[in-house]
C-alpha cells in the first residue's frame, strides 16, 4: 500500500470526468438499457426453445434417462408416413385459416370502405366477437353442430338434402374442410378488422379523386384500397398462417386427428409424442421442424410485402 | 426423519433441473434428459398395517366414474375420522396424457387411478409396491387373485419376493355387446346368440328388417373395443396376453388377427354400423342406443347404470360368443384400481383407504355405479341387465377369459388402434396394412 490517500475533492472530479467520457463513447450503454428486457426475453423465450433444439437428440421418454440418437429423430420425421401428412394436412389448413378468410376480408371491406358510415366501430366489433370466444369452446360448440342431429345437418335436411347429410368430422372425405371451416369462420373476422382500420388511414380525398377520374368499384379498390393495405396484409397472412401451422386446440377438440390420419397435424402430434406417448426427443424434433417452417414461411411472407414497397 | 431426507432429496432435483435448465448445451453427463428425475423415497410400502394418529389428507387423483368415488370417499370418512381423502377429478384423455408428468412431479397426488404408463412409473419407483399388504391385508381372500395378476407390471417384489402389486382394484371392467329388447324382437331375434356366426346371422337379420344393426362410438375406443372383443374369440388368449405384455417374439401379424379384421371391414361394408360410426364418441353412441337408435350397441360395463335408468328391463348384455357354442367366454376388462405414490408421506393411511375398498361395504358402493364390485359374493343380487353382466363376468373369470384391453400393448397404441379401426370401418385400409402398423408401434416399444 504504498499510494497516499486519495484526496476527496479530486476523486469526485475524476468520477464525472469518467462518467462524462462514457456517455460519449462507450457503444455499450445502450444495451444495459435493454438487458432486462432481453433477460426475461432468453430466459422464457431463447432458453426454451434451445432447450427444445437440445432434447430432440435424445431419445427420452420423459421420466428414465435418455439416449442420445443424433439427429435421428429428425431422420425418422421424414421417414414416418403420419408425420409426413401432418405437415400436409397443416398446409391444406392454411387454405381455411389464411387465404379464404383474407379474401373474405378484403371483399367485405371493398363493400364497406367506398363510403364513411356511422357505425364501423359496430362493425368492427361484430367482425371482433369470434376472436373472443376461447378456442375449446369453439371447437366444442362446432363439433355440435357438426354431429349427426346437429345444426348442419338439421339446415341440410330442412331443403331437402338428405343424401348429404352426415357426421361431418367422422367422413373421410370431408373431416379436414370441415375443421378448416371452423379455422374460416374464428379468423375471417380477425381479417375483416384489420382490414377495416386500415381502410380508414386512407385519406377520403384519394376516393373523390377515383371517382372524379370515373373509376368504378373495383377500380377503385385495386387502385386505392389495395395498396393502402399492404401492411396490414401481411399482418393478416403472418398471424393466420403461423395459426394455421401451429393448430392444435380446434382439432384436438374436435376430431382429435380422426378419422384414421385424415385431420392430424403437426401440434397435435406434439402434444400426443410427448405427453401419451413417451416420444419427448421425437416430439421435440418435431416441433423444432414445425417451428422452423412457420419461421421460414414468415419470412417469405415478410420478404414479399417489403419488396413491393 | 424420513420426511426430512425427502425433502432434501426434492430440493436437490430441484436444483438439479434448473442447472440443467440453465446450460442446456454446455454437455456434460448430468444434462442427459432423465437424469435429474430423482427416484423419491423407498419403493415399498412398510409391512405395518397400523391405522396413523392424528389428522391426515389422501390426495387422490382419478378419472373414473367421480360418483362412485365420491360416495366411497364419504363411506370410508365416516369409518376413519381420522383420514381425509380429497378427491381430485379428470377427465379420461387429460388423465392419461399427464399420467407420467403428475406422477414423477414433486406434488404427485398420494393415490392415483392404474392407467396406461404406471408400468414404467413402477419401473421408476415413482409408485409403491403394495406386495406386503396384500399379505398383512389378505387381499387374495378379498379380491379373485386374476384381478390382482393384471396390476404387478410385471415384476417381482422386492419387498416379499413373490409378485409385485401396484394398485388395488375398486371396480372391474368388461366389454361386451347391449342389446334392445324391443327392437330385437322386431327384427326375429328372440334370444343372445351362442356363437359368433349367430351373432352374424342376427346383425344381417337386423339390416333385413330396416334397423341400424350395431351402434359403435369409434371416434374414440368404441371401435376398437368391437376390434379387441372379435380378436378375443379368435386367437388364443395366451398368445394376446404375450403380446399385450410385451413378450419378445410376440406378434399381432397372425392369421387369427387378420381374421378378426376382416370380419370388421366386411361388417361395415354390409353396413352394420351405424353410419355415423366414426363421428360418434362412445358416450354419445350409448345416449343414441337408448334412444331406441339401434338393435345392438359394443361398449363396457360402465354403460349399464346410464342404459339400466333409461331403458330399464328393455335392455340386455352378453359378452361378445366364441366361435363354438362350447367356446370359453373371454372378454375385454380391467379394473378401476388404484396406486400409491412414493413421494406420498402417509402410506400406512394409503393402505388403510386401499384396504377398504375391498371391504363388502365398498363393494355394494361399488355395485350400485353400475361396476362389477372385486367380490361378487359380499353383496346383493343385482338386476336386469346388471344381472347379465354380472353373469358374464363371472362366466368370463371362471374361464379365465379376462384379457387386458390392447392399448396396454405400448403407450402409443391407442391411438394406432383407434385411427386403424376408422380406417377398417370405413373401408380404407386392408387388414395386413392395419396390423403391420401395430406390429410396427409394438416392436418400437418393445423391440422385436
Redesign the interface.
Known amino acids: 500500500m504504498g499510494s497516499s490517500p486519495p484526496v476527496p475533492g479530486r476523486q469526485a472530479a475524476d468520477r464525472r470526468v469518467r462518467g462524462r467520457r462514457a456517455r460519449g463513447r462507450s457503444p455499450w450503454r445502450g444495451y444495459v438499457y435493454v438487458l432486462p428486457a432481453f433477460a426475461v426475453y432468453f430466459a422464457f423465450a431463447v432458453l426454451p426453445a434451445l432447450h427444445t433444439a437440445y432434447l430432440s437428440l435424445f431419445e427420452w421418454d420423459g421420466v428414465t434417462l435418455g439416449d442420445w440418437v443424433g439427429l435421428g429423430n429428425y431422420a425418422e420425421i421424414l421417414q414416418d408416413p403420419v408425420l409426413r401428412r401432418s405437415v400436409f394436412n397443416a398446409l391444406v389448413l392454411v387454405v381455411f385459416f389464411s387465404f379464404v378468410p383474407i379474401v373474405l376480408g378484403l371483399l367485405s371491406t371493398g363493400l364497406l370502405a367506398r363510403y364513411r358510415r356511422p357505425g364501423m366501430g359496430a362493425y368492427r366489433f361484430l367482425f371482433m366477437l369470434p376472436q373472443v370466444v376461447p378456442l375449446v369452446a369453439v371447437g366444442v360448440t362446432w363439433r355440435w353442430l357438426y354431429g349427426d342431429d346437429g345444426v348442419v345437418n338439421q339446415v341440410f335436411r330442412a331443403v331437402g338434402l338428405d343424401g348429404v347429410t352426415r357426421a361431418w368430422l367422422g367422413d373421410f372425405g370431408a373431416a379436414l374442410i370441415a375443421v378448416g371451416l371452423v379455422g374460416t369462420w374464428v379468423l375471417s373476422g380477425l381479417c375483416m378488422m384489420l382490414f377495416l382500420s386500415g381502410v380508414q388511414k386512407v385519406d377520403p380525398s384519394l376516393y373523390e379523386a377515383a371517382r372524379i377520374d370515373g373509376a368504378g368499384p373495383i377500380r377503385e379498390f385495386v387502385s386505392v384500397t389495395l395498396p393502402h393495405l399492404r401492411g396490414e396484409l401481411a399482418v393478416a397472412m403472418t398471424v393466420t398462417t403461423v395459426a394455421a401451422l401451429a393448430s392444435f386446440d380446434i382439432v384436438y377438440v374436435t376430431t382429435n386427428g380422426g378419422p384414421g390420419e385424415q385431420t392430424t397435424v403437426p401440434g397435435l402430434l406434439v402434444y400426443r409424442l410427448a405427453f401419451s406417448e413417451g416420444k419427448v426427443g421425437l416430439a421435440a424434433a418435431l416441433a423444432v421442424v414445425l417451428g422452423c417452417l412457420i419461421l421460414g414461411i414468415v419470412y417469405l411472407i415478410n420478404r414479399l410485402s417489403r419488396s413491393q414497397t | 426423519m424420513r420426511d426430512s431426507t425427502h425433502r432434501v432429496r426434492r430440493r436437490v432435483a430441484a436444483a438439479v433441473c434448473a442447472v440443467a ?2 446450460l ?2 454446455a454437455a456434460c453427463e448430468a444434462l ?4 435429474a ?1 430423482a427416484v423419491p423415497g423407498p419403493t415399498s410400502v412398510p409391512s405395518s398395517t397400523a391405522v396413523p394418529d392424528g389428522d391426515v389428507t389422501l390426495r387422490l387423483q382419478f378419472a373414473d366414474a367421480p360418483l362412485m368415488v365420491d360416495a366411497l370417499i364419504a363411506a370410508f370418512e365416516e369409518k376413519h375420522p381420522g383420514i381425509e381423502v380429497e378427491p381430485q377429478y379428470k377427465t379420461f384423455s387429460d388423465y ?3 399420467l ?2 403428475t406422477m ?1 412431479s414433486d406434488t404427485a397426488p398420494d393415490i392415483a387411478q392404474y392407467a396406461v ?1 404406471m408400468t ?2 413402477a ?2 419407483g ?1 409408485v409403491l409396491d403394495l406386495a406386503p399388504y396384500r399379505e398383512a391385508y389378505g387381499w387374495d381372500e378379498a379380491v379373485p387373485p386374476v384381478s390382482l395378476d393384471q396390476l404387478t407390471a410385471g415384476r417381482t417384489s422386492e419387498a416379499t419376493g413373490g409378485r409385485a402389486l401396484f394398485g388395488v382394484p375398486a371396480g372391474l371392467s368388461m366389454t361386451g355387446i347391449y342389446y334392445n329388447r324391443e327392437l330385437a324382437r322386431r327384427a326375429g331375434i328372440d334370444s343372445p346368440p351362442r356363437t359368433l356366426a349367430e351373432f352374424e346371422e342376427q346383425l344381417a337379420a337386423a339390416k333385413e328388417a330396416d334397423l341400424t344393426p350395431l351402434g359403435v362410438g ?3 375406443s368404441g371401435g376398437l373395443h368391437l376390434w379387441a372383443a372379435l380378436l378375443n374369440q379368435l386367437m388364443p388368449t395366451d398368445e394376446y396376453w404375450d403380446w399385450v405384455n410385451g413378450r419378445k417374439g410376440a406378434t399381432m401379424e397372425n392369421p387369427a388377427a387378420v381374421e378378426a379384421s376382416e370380419l370388421m371391414v366386411e361388417w361395415g361394408r354390409k353396413g352394420y354400423y351405424s ?6 364418441a362412445q358416450v ?1 353412441s350409448t345416449a ?1 342406443f337408448a334412444e331406441g337408435d339401434s338393435v345392438f350397441l359394443i361398449n363396457g360395463n360402465w354403460a349399464a347404470g346410464q342404459l339400466a335408468a333409461v331403458m330399464g328391463d328393455g335392455v340386455g348384455f352378453f359378452p361378445m360368443p366364441g366361435e363354438r357354442a362350447g367356446s370359453p367366454t373371454v372378454a375385454s376388462g380391467f379394473s378401476v384400481s388404484y396406486a400409491v405414490s412414493s413421494l406420498t408421506e402417509h402410506p400406512e393411511a394409503a393402505g388403510v383407504f386401499l384396504d377398504f375398498l375391498t371391504s363388502p361395504e365398498a363393494g355394494q358402493i361399488i355395485g350400485d355405479n353400475g361396476f362389477l364390485p372385486p367380490n361378487p359374493d359380499a353383496v346383493g343380487k343385482p338386476a336386469g341387465v346388471l344381472a347379465d353382466i354380472a353373469r358374464g363376468h363371472r362366466r368370463a373369470v371362471a374361464d379365465d377369459g379376462i384379457t387386458t384391453f390392447p392399448d396396454f400393448a405400448a ?2 397404441m ?2 394406432r388402434l ?3 379401426v ?2 377398417l370401418i ?1 373401408d ?2 386392408g387388414p395386413a396394412e392395419y396390423l403391420d402398423s401395430l406390429q410396427d408401434e409394438w416392436e418400437d416399444h418393445h423391440g422385436k
Open positions: 435448465l440453465v442446456p448445451l442427459t434428459p432423465g437424469s428425475t392419461v396424457q399427464n407420467k408428468l414423477t404408463g414404467d412409473l419401473a421408476d415413482h369409434a371416434l374414440d353410419e355415423s360410426a366414426n363421428g360418434t354419445d343414441r403407450p402409443a391407442l391411438d383407434r385411427s386403424g376408422q380406417k370405413a380404407r385400409i
